[in-house]
């Protein structure tokens, strides 16, 4: 059975993410939204995917049972 990784100093910030919304762009070129409407939809999913990220963080399964 593995331990934990003991490693990880909590006072460290985590890693960040974050999308150059102009390449996911490219795939609403053909839709008659706004350039504006293409960004705020992008960084919406974008936003979604962060938090699904966040959800999985740090979660042990074992923790989560207990």
Same mark, same amino acid.
């Given at each position: /059975?593995? &331990? @934990? %990784?003991?490693?990880? %100093?909590?006072?460290? @910030?985590? @890693? ?11 795939? $609403?070129? %053909?839709?008659? /939204?706004? $350039?504006?409407?293409?960004?705020? $939809? ?6 979604? !995917?962060? /938090?699904?990220? %966040? /959800?999985?963080?740090? $979660?042990? @399964? !074992? &923790? &989560?049972?207990?």
């Amino acid at each position: /059975m593995s &331990q @934990p %990784d003991e490693t990880h %100093d909590p006072l460290q @910030p985590r @890693p960040t993410l974050s999308i150059d919304w102009e390449v996911y762009a490219a795939m $609403l070129e %053909d839709s008659d /939204m706004s $350039l504006d409407a293409q960004r705020e $939809l992008i960084e919406t999913l974008w936003s979604i !995917v962060v /938090m699904f990220v %966040d /959800m999985g963080f740090e $979660l042990n @399964p !074992v &923790q &989560q049972i207990c």
